[in-house]
Nanobody, 123 residues
Framework: QVQLVESGGGAVQAGGSLRLSCAAS????????MGWFRQAPKQEREFVGA????????NYIDSVKGRFTISRDNAKNMVYLQMNSLKPEDTAKYYC????????????????WGQGTQVTVSA
């Protein structure tokens, strides 16, 4: 069992940065790949990126490559999503999730989810 809690969301202007954090609890956390998803109003949940359980590999959707970076600190049970050069289209609720699969591009491949944190980017 893994519990996940996101934090760090907020409102920023376009071009700004935010760092989202995901605190994990549960002894199996380090065995899971971790993903970030986002969901805008009236849209389906979208895969943003994922990081291998070891932290040595990451995978991103094209629209965030070069702007977003996922990292993890297994000693602290933390996963991070650094978001730079934010755009209004990045506005969504962001979720972290844990999966036995990597890179886990689909939400059904994830076993545990956080409650989400809202990111709002104004033009």
């Amino acid at each position: 069992q893994v519990q996940l809690v996101e934090s760090g969301g907020g409102a920023v202007q376009a071009g700004g940065s935010l760092r989202l954090s995901c605190a994990a609890s549960g002894r199996d956390y380090s065995n899971y790949a971790m993903g970030w998803f986002r969901q805008a109003p009236k849209q389906e949940r979208e895969f943003v990126g994922a990081i291998h359980w070891s932290g040595v590999d990451t995978n991103y959707i094209d629209s965030v490559k070069g702007r977003f970076t996922i990292s993890r600190d297994n000693a602290k049970n933390m996963v991070y999503l650094q978001m730079n050069s934010l755009k209004p289209e990045d506005t969504a609720k962001y979720y972290c999730a844990a999966s036995r699969m990597y890179p886990g591009l689909r939400s059904y491949e994830y076993d545990y989810w956080g409650q989400g944190t809202q990111v709002t980017v104004s033009a």
